[in-house]
């Protein structure tokens, strides 16, 4: 009877650790999405102010030297 409780008890101990670990590794693609998502919206920013600056210069018809 000692083994199949011991059995059952390190199943289950196993399915928890399991669980910790998953809820770790959500957490962690959460705050991945979220810098990513920063990231973007960083890039997108420049990407407008290049495309402002490049059109001023254009207008202006000076050259890059």
Known sequence: ???PMLAIALGFLGIAVL???A???FLEVRRLGRQVAHTTER???A???LETAAT???RTG???R
Request: no cysteine; proline share 0%; charged share 25%.
């Open 1 to 3: 009877m000692f083994w």
């Open 23 to 25: 809820v770790k590794v």
């Open 56 to 58: 001023g210069l254009a």
């Open 19 to 21: 669980g910790v670990l």
């Open 62 to 64: 000076e050259t890059l």
């Open 43 to 45: 890039i997108n920013r």
């Open 47 to 49: 990407a407008e102010d």
